[in-house]
């Protein structure tokens, strides 16, 4: 039971690239987040999902995408990767309902933008 | 404008002494608070929670306190071990929606 899997672990971007970050999670979790935590800072929320076919934008949507086509899946994509989005991502899932705010997180991605 | 927040950054501590984690929150429709842990190069793990119909709530050596009226809420760990030394982030949601960090407090407990 691995829980939430983020990979990869660590990536280093050039300015203009882009890439994919990607969660796992066998917790059959309807819900998905992605969050951003920047140094001496809290996390920030980028997108969620409340279910398959279904996604929003949380606080820091901009410069980013992602889908759930899956339970399972919840991939966020960089697109034109900028030196600001340079942070520690992390993936987390929960249960929705009143147990929606005890979330599970991945071990984080963090991402180097030069 | 910064929902939640933990003004102390850091806080130090003697090994069996209380440790007290302090959060506050602007928005008055949130209605259920969390406590998260974190340890290095590791994510976030849940601590403990309370919904806002509760003034308390106790779990083991961990004790979230919740003063709607003041929109304050606190973490005592009794008593502290070396263990607990981690960055400790307060979060907060309205109806056990999407949930708003505080930028965290790292406590350190000294043997």
């Given at each position: 039971?691995?829980?939430?899997t983020?990979?990869?672990?660590?990536?280093?971007?050039?300015i203009?690239?882009?890439?994919?970050?990607?969660?796992?999670?066998?917790?059959?979790?309807?819900?998905?987040?992605?969050?951003?935590?920047?140094?001496?800072?809290?996390?920030?929320?980028?997108?969620?999902?409340?279910?398959?076919g279904?996604?929003?934008?949380?606080?820091?949507?901009?410069?980013?995408?992602?889908?759930?086509?899956?339970?399972?899946?919840?991939?966020?994509?960089?697109?034109?990767?900028?030196?600001?989005?340079?942070?520690?991502?992390?993936?987390?899932?929960?249960?929705?309902?009143?147990?929606n705010?005890?979330?599970?997180?991945?071990?984080?991605?963090?991402?180097?933008?030069? | 404008?910064?929902?939640?927040?933990?003004n102390?950054?850091?806080?130090?501590?003697?090994?069996?002494?209380?440790?007290?984690?302090?959060?506050?929150?602007t928005n008055?429709?949130?209605?259920?608070?969390?406590?998260?842990?974190?340890?290095?190069?590791?994510?976030?793990?849940?601590?403990?929670?309370?919904?806002?119909?509760?003034?308390?709530?106790?779990?083991?050596r961990?004790?979230?306190f919740l003063?709607?009226?003041?929109?304050?809420?606190?973490?005592?760990?009794v008593?502290?071990q070396?263990?607990?030394?981690?960055?400790?982030?307060?979060?907060?949601?309205?109806?056990?929606?999407?949930?708003?960090?505080?930028?965290?407090?790292?406590l350190?407990?000294?043997?």
């Amino acid at each position: 039971n691995a829980g939430v899997t983020q990979t990869p672990k660590f990536r280093i971007l050039k300015i203009g690239q882009s890439m994919t970050l990607q969660c796992t999670q066998d917790m059959n979790h309807n819900y998905m987040y992605w969050y951003r935590q920047d140094p001496g800072m809290g996390l920030k929320l980028i997108y969620y999902s409340v279910g398959a076919g279904i996604t929003d934008k949380g606080e820091v949507p901009n410069g980013y995408n992602v889908s759930r086509s899956t339970t399972e899946d919840f991939p966020l994509r960089l697109e034109l990767a900028a030196p600001s989005q340079t942070s520690v991502y992390f993936c987390a899932t929960g249960e929705g309902g009143r147990k929606n705010g005890e979330l599970f997180f991945g071990e984080g991605s963090r991402l180097t933008v030069l | 404008d910064q929902q939640v927040k933990q003004n102390s950054p850091s806080l130090s501590v003697q090994e069996g002494r209380i440790s007290i984690l302090n959060c506050d929150y602007t928005n008055s429709m949130f209605d259920y608070f969390l406590w998260y842990k974190k340890y290095p190069a590791e994510g976030p793990t849940f601590l403990i929670s309370i919904s806002s119909i509760k003034d308390k709530n106790e779990d083991g050596r961990f004790t979230v306190f919740l003063n709607k009226s003041a929109k304050h809420l606190s973490l005592h760990i009794v008593p502290s071990q070396p263990g607990d030394s981690a960055v400790y982030f307060c979060a907060a949601s309205v109806n056990a929606g999407k949930s708003t960090f505080g930028d965290g407090t790292t406590l350190t407990v000294k043997p």
